[in-house]
């Protein structure tokens, strides 16, 4: 139940951007292994090579060209010293935070948290996504 498959995320994470076309940068908070992560990121930077949508037609967008993920990054990035890694799911929840549209799921209770101090911050509700 944690965990979608890659094909799953690359596919979620397509149809929100397409809703989010703004959105240029991922940061997957994640304690999966690194050589899966390696493979995600790989996934999700082939699939965003070919985002050119066209929109429905009468739609004011017309063809939306979504373009390369400028930056795809992981908790596994992040470079902490034997004291900092206590704190590291401090971090990714502070990112997740700030972060333009989360994508949590809804198996995970740091998500469940992160969605509850997303929404007393006011972000919209449909910027926070569950699977």
Do not use: F
């Given at each position: 139940?944690?965990?979608?498959?890659?094909?799953?995320?690359?596919?979620?994470?397509?149809?929100?951007?397409?809703?989010?076309?703004?959105?240029?940068?991922?940061?997957?908070?994640?304690?999966?292994?690194?050589?899966?992560?390696?493979?995600?990121?790989?996934?999700?930077?082939?699939?965003?090579?070919?985002?050119?949508?066209?929109?429905?037609?009468?739609?004011?967008?017309?063809?939306?060209?979504?373009?390369?993920?400028?930056?795809?990054?992981?908790?596994?990035?992040?470079?902490?010293?034997?004291?900092?890694?206590?704190?590291?799911?401090?971090?990714?929840?502070a990112?997740?935070?700030?972060?333009?549209?989360l994508?949590?799921?809804?198996?995970?209770?740091?998500?469940?948290?992160?969605?509850?101090?997303?929404?007393?911050?006011?972000?919209?509700?449909?910027n926070?996504?569950?699977?």
């Amino acid at each position: 139940r944690c965990y979608p498959t890659i094909e799953q995320i690359v596919k979620r994470v397509r149809e929100v951007r397409l809703e989010h076309h703004r959105l240029t940068r991922i940061y997957i908070m994640t304690n999966g292994k690194t050589d899966w992560l390696q493979e995600l990121r790989l996934a999700l930077l082939v699939d965003s090579d070919s985002h050119v949508v066209c929109m429905p037609k009468g739609s004011p967008l017309g063809k939306v060209s979504l373009g390369r993920w400028e930056e795809v990054k992981t908790s596994r990035n992040l470079v902490l010293d034997w004291e900092q890694k206590h704190v590291a799911v401090a971090v990714d929840a502070a990112i997740a935070t700030r972060a333009d549209v989360l994508i949590g799921n809804g198996w995970s209770s740091l998500s469940g948290d992160v969605i509850m101090l997303r929404m007393a911050r006011g972000v919209p509700k449909e910027n926070n996504r569950l699977w």
